[in-house]
Nanobody, 123 residues
Framework: QVQLVESGGGLVQPGGSLRLSCAAS????????MGWYRQAPGKERELVAT???????NYADSVKGRFTISRDNAKIAVYLQMNSLKPEDTAVYYC?????????????????WGQGTQVTVSS
């Protein structure tokens, strides 16, 4: 099966930086896109940033210019560099992968989630 493991969350002061990492493992044939979502207490889960296997990126307006998503196709990993963090960035951040697995010569597309990593921005 497919597993996504995140790391890099923590407590940071406003204006600080954090870098999140997510590595995928399992019977992965190919990646369509990977990304990051977040969910703050009492709010819906929302898109933060995505990146396709071709390198196209998409960002939420609230993080444009502050966050940068990148990937390592060889390691099947995605990263989120977060700069100029604000208290409103506080949330659980989830890694997301849209990928294909191979099952007896049949390609199966699926969406997978990591377990989440807490990011807290506070003085």
């Amino acid at each position: 099966q497919v597993q996504l493991v995140e790391s890099g969350g923590g407590l940071v002061q406003p204006g600080g930086s954090l870098r999140l990492s997510c590595a995928a493992s399992g019977s992965i044939f190919s990646i369509n896109a990977m990304g990051w979502y977040r969910q703050a207490p009492g709010k819906e889960r929302e898109l933060v940033a995505t990146i396709t296997s071709g390198g196209s990126t998409n960002y939420a307006d609230s993080v444009k210019g502050r966050f940068t998503i990148s990937r390592d196709n060889a390691k099947i990993a995605v990263y989120l560099q977060m700069n100029s963090l604000k208290p409103e960035d506080t949330a659980v951040y989830y890694c997301n992968a849209d990928l294909n697995t191979l099952n007896t010569r049949i390609l199966i597309r699926g969406v997978y989630w990591g377990q989440g990593t807490q990011v807290t921005v506070s003085s």
